[in-house]
């Protein structure tokens, strides 16, 4: 059997059973210390499977620290301290500052400080976050119960046709295009849901495998059944414009297309936060699976593994 067979999470499942971890599954591990609770968390981005080198090393270095802070988010904390762990071909040394500006600007942004990491050689240019954050409670991806709604933030798909523009390599986008582009290569983690996240949320995850994968590890965690209405996700104008010239489906790319870096969390109605660009997309109930608009929901986001 070959990983491609099994899948990224097939993996992490059998890697988890070997160490008997109950805490592996989550965006983030809660480490409790004295009163305190930790998350931890780490995500790779690797040249020409996560970034190509002509993407803008600073839009590259603040993806990084964003993704990170994205799963602190979707626990119900804060980002605090990072450590960055370099594999580097023999660049120029203004393409590795440039990371670097980025990376920089991110943590300013967040409000989290890189403390120190590594540096080793390679062949492709690979970047490695650790990153410690802080919640005042932990969400987990287990703790959706019946009766709670299902909510979203912002809006889904945009990061794939972003990535499909950038391949195009063209000269000249169009004003919305390039709006796509910049959600794929600078997404902005959802800080400011953490407090929401951390009061009232049951359950969470971030959106960066495609809805229609993430909401599955909620289902299956949480041991609930998730229904969706599909007229009710949040689609961008800018998506639809997409769409429209290129004879695509927007839904498929909100779907499947990873990389959002949105929220998915269940609480109760009553929790709804007008003041958030949160979109109610569906409920949960007794029983198990994720369906949509009554049919069962495969799930088609991004897997690092999968089979072409």
Known sequence: M?????GEFGLIQILKDILSSPVIGDDTAPVHLNDKTLLLTTDSMLEDRHFKRFYLPQAVGWKAISVNVSDVVASGGNPLWVLISLALPDL??????SLYEGIKTACDFYNCHVVGGNL???DRIMIDVFMIGKAE???SRSGAKPGDKLYVSGTLGDSKAGLELLLMERRHYEE????LIERHTRPTARIDYTRHISKYANACIDISDGLSSDVWHISRMSNVKININSKD???????RL???KHGKNPLDYALSGGEDYQLLFTHPEDRYNPFLDM?????VEEGSGVYLDGRELSASGFDHFKLA
């Open 242 to 244: 997409f769409c429209k």
């Open 233 to 239: 996700i949040p689609i961008s104008q800018e998506l």
């Open 176 to 179: 919305f295009e390039l709006k």
């Open 2 to 6: 070959r990983i491609s067979q099994i």
């Open 137 to 139: 409670r932990f969400v």
């Open 279 to 283: 979109k109610c997309i569906g409920s």
């Open 92 to 97: 120029e040394v203004s393409y590795v500052e």
């Open 120 to 122: 080793t050689k390679s």
